[in-house]
């Protein structure tokens, strides 16, 4: 699973042009797109600062992939908001705000993942309504990697 990147898989793929998702008061920009990497072994990505009222609060990657090891262990988004701005709900706000992007690439449903001890990342997730598959044990792991994951789907 862990080896499961081909290039190929990617070769047709395309960002779309979003420069902002959201408006004024809250919102996306997008920083940078990121294509598919068979060194880094990246999935194609974009990169999403999470702004309020011009501020950036955070940041948001979209993960544009239905590989292995994005639907079973990474998820198709990751987000993380500055400490100072944590304690309002801005993760799940950041993941609505970025459902138009998801339909555009067609996405129905969509894969998040997190560790079973990160409370903040958990309720996150089922705030947005999104329903627990299962926690998986990956057994095989580098060290470096968790081992459990929690893998929620989101139907959009
Ligand atoms: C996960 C993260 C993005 C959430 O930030 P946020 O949007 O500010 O989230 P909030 O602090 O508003 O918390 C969201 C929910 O989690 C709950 N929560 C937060 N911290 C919690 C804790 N330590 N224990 C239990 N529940 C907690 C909140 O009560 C809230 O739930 P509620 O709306 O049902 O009351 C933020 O904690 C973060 O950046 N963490 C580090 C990066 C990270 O873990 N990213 C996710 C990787 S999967």
Request: proline share 4%; charged share 25%.
């Amino acid at each position: 699973m862990w080896h499961d990147f081909t290039i190929g898989d990617y070769a047709k793929h395309k960002f779309f042009d979003v420069p902002q998702l959201g408006d004024r008061q809250f919102g996306l920009t997008l920083l940078e797109t990121f294509p598919a990497c068979a060194q880094k072994r990246w999935v194609p990505y974009y990169h999403f600062a999470i702004v309020r009222h011009g501020k950036d609060i955070g940041h948001l990657n979209f993960r544009v992939a239905n590989s292995r090891i994005i639907t079973e262990y990474d998820g198709h988004i990751g987000y993380r908001i500055f400490p100072t701005f944590r304690g309002f709900g801005y993760a799940a706000k950041a993941c609505e705000t970025l459902r138009p992007l998801l339909r555009l690439h067609k996405f129905s449903s969509v894969i998040l993942t997190c560790n079973p001890d990160n409370l903040a990342s958990r309720h996150t997730i089922e705030n947005l309504g999104a329903s627990l598959l299962e926690i998986k044990e990956f057994k095989d792991v580098p060290r470096s990697m968790d081992r459990l994951k929690c893998r929620y789907q989101w139907v959009l």
